[in-house]
């Protein structure tokens, strides 16, 4: 699986940003698709996952009620809808592809995207 992450950007307080992942090399409907994010100085953390298989999808306690993990079946693409966005979501954002397991947990995924930077002013 090739993931390419694209979207991020510069952005005040309050703001919105969407974040894609663009898959190739395998069906969506067969893995996990996950965000994490690495502030400067931080481990990587998780931001928000989606079972194709299960339905289901998991957000971290911190971006809950802000971040809409969605997809396309048709692009092969998973979406990351950020809204009031805060300065502590500054980070650089990877998407990630498991084909299964724990979606919270980094080690879960074998295939990453390489990273796009999001910064929020305040």
Known sequence: VQLQASGGGLVQAGGSLRLSCAASGRTLSSIVMGWFRQAPGKER?????F???IGSTYYAD???GRFT????N???TVYLQMNSL???????????????GPMAITSTYKYWGQGT??????
């Open 117 to 122: 930077l999001v910064t929020v002013s305040s």
């Open 45 to 49: 953390d998780f931001v928000a996952a």
């Open 86 to 100: 805060k300065p502590e979501d500054t980070a650089v954002y990877y998407c990630a592809a498991a084909l299964g």
């Open 51 to 53: 079972s194709w298989r």
């Open 74 to 76: 048709a692009k092969n």
């Open 62 to 64: 911190s971006v809950k």
């Open 69 to 72: 993990i969605s997809r396309d």
